[in-house]
């Protein structure tokens, strides 16, 4: 197997973690209309659907990546803090899916549950940047051989 396969698990978590930066955008609408009492226009379908994107690619780069590190590495877990935020981030992605999910099916007026939902995927965000800087480390360690 080439190295070729190496790039794709970063510059596809990549674009899920800018995908994800719009679709917190999108949150942060109905954040200000539930808790600031701003005006705003909330774009549920759109936040639903791309929401449901970044996470699933996240979720399929979860395994992808271990996958990965097994075939070309013959472990799991070697890649160190890498490896094991993403081992963290694993149920906070289920859930930021099973909430969302919930909520799309349930419409009703809600104030504390959409506030959790998006704290749990504020959090996954930011983990996803520290998981964008240690994967150059491990591209360097890894791939590149430095």
């Known amino acids: 197997m080439g190295t070729a396969l190496l790039l794709i698990h970063p510059i596809i978590q990549f674009s899920a973690t800018l995908l ?68 963290a981030l694993l149920p906070l992605v289920i859930f930021g899916l099973v909430s969302g999910r919930y909520m799309d099916r349930n419409k009703k007026k809600r104030g504390v549950f959409p506030f959790i939902h998006g704290l749990n995927n504020l959090i996954v965000l930011i983990l996803a940047v520290a998981q964008a800087i240690s994967g150059l480390w491990v591209f360097n360690a890894f791939v590149l051989g430095g």
């Open 20 to 87: 994800a930066l719009y679709v917190f955008y999108l949150g942060v609408q109905r954040f200000r209309f539930l808790h600031m009492n701003q005006k705003t226009v909330f774009k549920w379908k759109r936040h639903v659907a791309l929401g449901k994107m970044a996470l699933g690619v996240w979720l399929v780069g979860m395994v992808s990546g271990m996958t990965m590190a097994y075939l070309y590495w013959h472990g799991f877990l070697i890649t160190g803090a890498h490896g094991k935020v993403a081992l």
